[in-house]
């Protein structure tokens, strides 16, 4: 369990870490850390850079793709996410909930020009950004109050924070059917997001749509790419991949 919490403690922002700050951040001390890497690089999941720190090996690579080989309706999709990553010049990504965040699986777009590198697996929270929030839209009664209940505990000072826009947002996505976040994550980033609804096999899924703040226009976003992503998800929804969202009222979308 503590070599699976080492693994954790890897982002796109932080892909390389010393004895020092995991045995820090796990609250462990320095040998046992040591024994715990050690076994992580016999295995093939650690390995050391020149300067003496760990950083995640590619053979951990291996342990994602069961999980993207599941998913092969993101390869649908591809269709109408370049399409919207052309029409707004953004990144366009496929998000699935898992505990309490979610998943990036599927991504397309312009990553060049973009804060970050938007890739497969990438994680975010639930409470605080536009995926996550179209995501909780799809959960309903007891279920979405034990799931609220839980981030509050997990995360009580962000959660306070963040509260009312999420609240917003999940209203918004289930009478709209879209939410936007203006940096609630990432400061750099716009980002729109709208429920899709959920797979055979029981995930969840929202499609985003990300900005550099920079040139993103509050008016255009909720006016013309906000509504234009709730279409986008109508129109996926027609493919039959999906469950609709409780709350969709046209049953010529339900199975």
């Not at 715990?36 to 690089?41: E, S, V």
């Not at 963040?162 to 918004?172: C, E, G, P, Q």
């Not at 995930?203 to 008016?219: K, N």
């Amino acid at each position: 369990m503590r070599g699976l919490e080492i693994l954790a403690l890897y982002s796109d922002q932080e892909d390389r870490l010393s004895n020092a700050e995991i045995a820090r951040r796990l609250g462990l001390n320095k040998a046992t850390v040591s024994r715990l890497c050690k076994t992580l690089m016999h295995v093939g999941y650690l390995r050391r850079d020149p300067k003496g720190n760990f950083r995640l090996a590619p053979r951990i690579l291996s342990l994602s793709y069961p999980v993207l080989a599941a998913t092969r309706w993101r390869h649908e999709l591809m269709g109408h996410m370049r399409e919207l990553a052309e029409m707004s010049t953004g990144n366009v990504t496929l998000a699935v909930m898992s505990d309490d965040q979610f998943v990036q699986v599927q991504t397309t777009g312009d990553p060049v020009s973009f804060p970050h590198t938007p890739e497969p697996g990438i994680t975010g929270p639930l409470h605080r950004s536009a995926s996550g929030r179209a995501l909780l839209s799809l959960l309903d009664g007891q279920e979405l109050y034990d799931k609220l209940a839980e981030l509050r505990l997990r995360f009580p000072q962000e959660f306070e924070t963040h509260a009312d826009l999420t609240a917003a947002s999940i209203a918004r996505c289930r009478k709209e059917g879209f939410c936007a976040s203006y940096g609630d994550w990432r400061p750099n980033i716009v980002a729109i997001s709208t429920p899709l609804g959920e797979t055979e096999d029981g995930l969840r899924v929202a499609l985003s749509c990300g900005l550099p703040r920079f040139r993103a226009r509050e008016h255009v976003v909720e006016n013309d790419l906000g509504p234009r992503m709730a279409e986008a998800a109508r129109s996926i929804r027609m493919m039959g991949i999906f469950k609709p969202p409780f709350y969709i009222a046209d049953k010529s979308l339900r199975p």
